[in-house]
Nanobody
Framework: QARLVESGGGLVQAGGSLRFPCAAA????????MGWFRQVPGKERDFVAA????????DYADSVKGRVTIARNYDGNSVDLQMNILKPEDTAVYYC?????????????????WGHGTQVTVSS
């Protein structure tokens, strides 16, 4: 069972960049697909980006394509989400998620493990 540790949230000016690391502690040797989702009050949790266990397959939401890169780190148990040209509409709580041995998915319901979320606020 993975313990997901998220970071990278905070307050940033529009046009700036943030990097969101997520580490799956205690899961060395496991093959997790990992992804990021975001949620604003009163709305559903929405897909942002995901990468499979090998790092070869990725997927991105239309709203962030061209501004976001997701990649596996060298340890194989963590992922970095790099977001550039941030916009006020990117403001949300961002959640890291992991799926053991599963393929990349945009459906939050298939991810088994979740972080506690990190707040991102983009000022205009």
């Amino acid at each position: 069972q993975a313990r997901l540790v998220e970071s990278g949230g905070g307050l940033v000016q529009a046009g700036g960049s943030l990097r969101f690391p997520c580490a799956a502690a205690g899961s060395t040797g496991s093959r997790y697909s990992m992804g990021w989702f975001r949620q604003v009050p009163g709305k559903e949790r929405d897909f942002v980006a995901a990468v499979n266990w090998s790092g070869k397959n990725t997927d991105y939401a239309d709203s962030v394509k061209g501004r976001v890169t997701i990649a596996r780190n060298y340890d194989g148990n963590s992922v970095d989400l790099q977001m550039n040209i941030l916009k006020p509409e990117d403001t949300a709580v961002y959640y890291c998620a992991a799926r053991l041995y599963g393929p990349v998915s945009i459906d939050p319901g298939v991810f088994e493990y979740w972080g506690h979320g990190t707040q991102v606020t983009v000022s205009s």
